[in-house]
Nanobody, 121 residues
Framework: QVQLVESGGGLVQAGGSLRLSCAAS????????MAWYRQAPGKQRELVAS???????NYVDFVKGRFTISRDNAKNTVYLQMNSLKPEDTAVYYC???????????????WGQGTQVTVSS
Protein backbone atom coordinates (compact mmCIF):
# COMPACT_ATOMS: atom_id res chain seq x y z
CA GLN A 1 0.00 0.00 0.00
CA VAL A 2 1.20 3.48 -0.92
CA GLN A 3 0.05 6.66 0.74
CA LEU A 4 0.28 10.09 -0.89
CA VAL A 5 -0.03 13.33 1.07
CA GLU A 6 -0.19 16.68 -0.69
CA SER A 7 0.61 20.05 0.81
CA GLY A 8 1.38 23.60 -0.21
CA GLY A 9 -1.95 24.72 -1.56
CA GLY A 10 -3.48 28.01 -0.63
CA LEU A 11 -4.74 31.36 -1.80
CA VAL A 12 -2.60 33.49 -4.06
CA GLN A 13 -3.16 36.46 -6.30
CA ALA A 14 -2.89 36.23 -10.05
CA GLY A 15 0.73 36.31 -11.10
CA GLY A 16 1.88 34.79 -7.86
CA SER A 17 3.50 31.48 -7.13
CA LEU A 18 2.90 28.36 -5.10
CA ARG A 19 4.91 25.23 -4.55
CA LEU A 20 3.04 22.00 -4.04
CA SER A 21 4.57 18.94 -2.45
CA CYS A 22 3.48 15.33 -2.45
CA ALA A 23 5.15 12.88 -0.14
CA ALA A 24 4.76 9.21 -0.90
CA SER A 25 5.18 6.53 1.70
CA UNK A 26 5.02 2.78 1.70
CA UNK A 27 6.51 0.26 -0.67
CA UNK A 28 7.22 2.05 -3.94
CA UNK A 29 8.66 0.22 -6.92
CA UNK A 30 11.68 1.71 -8.62
CA UNK A 31 9.85 2.09 -11.92
CA UNK A 32 7.20 4.69 -11.39
CA UNK A 33 5.61 7.87 -12.60
CA MET A 34 4.37 10.64 -10.35
CA ALA A 35 2.02 13.26 -11.63
CA TRP A 36 -0.12 16.20 -10.71
CA TYR A 37 -3.73 16.39 -11.75
CA ARG A 38 -6.26 19.07 -11.03
CA GLN A 39 -10.01 19.35 -10.91
CA ALA A 40 -11.75 22.69 -11.15
CA PRO A 41 -15.36 23.21 -10.08
CA GLY A 42 -17.72 21.70 -12.61
CA LYS A 43 -14.93 20.13 -14.62
CA GLN A 44 -13.34 16.72 -14.92
CA ARG A 45 -9.97 15.91 -13.44
CA GLU A 46 -7.16 16.65 -15.86
CA LEU A 47 -3.46 15.94 -16.04
CA VAL A 48 -1.12 18.84 -15.35
CA ALA A 49 2.36 17.35 -15.39
CA SER A 50 4.17 14.09 -14.84
CA UNK A 51 7.65 12.92 -14.05
CA UNK A 52 9.17 9.47 -14.25
CA UNK A 53 11.50 7.89 -11.75
CA UNK A 54 14.23 8.65 -14.27
CA UNK A 55 13.43 12.35 -14.24
CA UNK A 56 11.71 12.65 -17.60
CA UNK A 57 8.97 15.26 -17.49
CA ASN A 58 5.86 15.99 -19.47
CA TYR A 59 3.51 18.96 -19.32
CA VAL A 60 0.18 19.84 -20.77
CA ASP A 61 0.22 22.88 -23.01
CA PHE A 62 -1.62 25.24 -20.70
CA VAL A 63 1.10 25.08 -18.03
CA LYS A 64 4.22 24.93 -20.17
CA GLY A 65 6.61 27.70 -19.24
CA ARG A 66 4.80 28.39 -15.98
CA PHE A 67 4.87 25.15 -13.99
CA THR A 68 7.81 22.93 -13.18
CA ILE A 69 7.53 19.39 -11.87
CA SER A 70 10.44 17.83 -10.04
CA ARG A 71 11.09 15.00 -7.64
CA ASP A 72 13.38 13.84 -4.91
CA ASN A 73 13.67 10.09 -5.26
CA ALA A 74 15.41 9.72 -1.92
CA LYS A 75 12.41 11.28 -0.21
CA ASN A 76 9.80 9.85 -2.59
CA THR A 77 8.47 13.35 -2.98
CA VAL A 78 7.25 15.18 -6.05
CA TYR A 79 6.94 18.94 -6.33
CA LEU A 80 5.03 21.29 -8.54
CA GLN A 81 6.39 24.81 -8.73
CA MET A 82 3.64 27.01 -10.08
CA ASN A 83 4.54 30.47 -11.31
CA SER A 84 2.54 33.16 -13.05
CA LEU A 85 -0.64 31.69 -11.68
CA LYS A 86 -3.91 32.55 -13.32
CA PRO A 87 -7.45 32.42 -11.95
CA GLU A 88 -8.05 29.56 -14.38
CA ASP A 89 -5.54 27.51 -12.37
CA THR A 90 -7.93 27.44 -9.44
CA ALA A 91 -8.65 23.81 -8.65
CA VAL A 92 -8.02 20.99 -6.28
CA TYR A 93 -4.65 19.55 -7.16
CA TYR A 94 -4.14 15.83 -6.75
CA CYS A 95 -0.96 13.82 -6.61
CA UNK A 96 -0.86 10.55 -8.50
CA UNK A 97 1.61 7.70 -8.53
CA UNK A 98 1.71 4.74 -10.88
CA UNK A 99 4.33 2.07 -10.41
CA UNK A 100 5.22 -1.42 -11.55
CA UNK A 101 7.77 -4.09 -10.75
CA UNK A 102 9.05 -4.05 -14.30
CA UNK A 103 8.45 -2.57 -17.70
CA UNK A 104 6.06 -5.37 -18.62
CA UNK A 105 4.69 -6.07 -15.17
CA UNK A 106 1.32 -5.01 -13.82
CA UNK A 107 0.99 -1.42 -12.69
CA UNK A 108 -0.72 0.07 -9.67
CA UNK A 109 -2.13 3.55 -9.20
CA UNK A 110 -2.55 5.66 -6.08
CA TRP A 111 -4.07 9.06 -5.39
CA GLY A 112 -3.66 11.69 -2.73
CA GLN A 113 -6.55 13.52 -1.12
CA GLY A 114 -5.86 16.79 -2.90
CA THR A 115 -4.86 20.30 -1.94
CA GLN A 116 -6.84 23.40 -2.82
CA VAL A 117 -5.25 26.08 -4.96
CA THR A 118 -7.17 29.31 -5.33
CA VAL A 119 -5.95 32.13 -7.55
CA SER A 120 -7.70 35.44 -7.16
CA SER A 121 -7.95 38.04 -9.88
Amino acid sequence: QVQLVESGGGLVQAGGSLRLSCAASGSIFSINVMAWYRQAPGKQRELVASITSGGNTNYVDFVKGRFTISRDNAKNTVYLQMNSLKPEDTAVYYCNLVHSRGVFGPSYAYWGQGTQVTVSS
